[in-house]
């Protein structure tokens, strides 16, 4: 083999290399990220924003924990929601083994703003007991971590492709 060819081969290789990566990236980018309980965080196809939900395994499984929080709504005397929605737009969330905390800015798409209305602000979900306190102000917020058993302020992490990757932010 001449070493012209040799180069030539190289130069493909890394060529089909750095394209496997990319598109790789672009998957895992796409995809939701596991956070515990059956809440996730994924990236909307549509005004880049980053939305955390609920999505629990099976059918029978959602049934119950939407009849749950129904119940503890009906109880308390509040209005269903559903089970907890954090977004559009998280610019920064942290996870801990009983409850993900962060904060949602600007809400960069108006036509799902209408829909579906998403306090701005920090947030906490109770993973146990599907329940979220959002729209706080950061005293508010940290009241609120403080009855959770966290007393210093968490480092919020933007979310990123390599949360995934390098399992960064599990509980």
Same mark, same amino acid.
């Given at each position: ?18 394209? !496997? !990566?990319? %598109? ?28 955390? #939900? !609920? ?53 960069? #798409?108006?036509? %799902? ?59």
């Amino acid at each position: 083999m001449s070493k012209d060819f040799k180069v030539f081969i190289v130069i493909v290789s890394l060529i089909i290399l750095a394209i !496997c !990566c990319v %598109l790789w990236a672009a998957v895992q980018l796409r995809s939701a990220v596991q956070l515990g309980n059956g809440y996730r965080y994924y990236n909307i196809d549509y005004g880049g924003g980053v939305f955390i #939900d !609920c999505a629990p395994k099976g059918e029978k499984e959602g049934r119950e924990r939407l009849q749950k929080a129904a119940e503890r709504a009906e109880r308390e005397q509040v209005e269903f929601k559903g089970l907890p929605k954090a977004g559009p737009d998280v610019d920064g969330y942290h996870v801990y083994p009983h409850i993900i905390t962060g904060h949602v800015s600007k809400v960069q #798409d108006p036509i %799902l703003t209408s829909v579906e209305e998403r306090p701005l602000g920090y947030f906490v979900i109770d993973v146990h007991n599907d329940q979220i306190y959002d729209g706080l102000n950061k005293q508010e917020w940290l009241k609120k971590l403080h009855s959770f058993g966290i007393h210093r302020e968490p480092e919020l992490f933007r979310p990123s492709i390599f949360d995934r990757i390098l399992g960064r932010n599990k509980p």
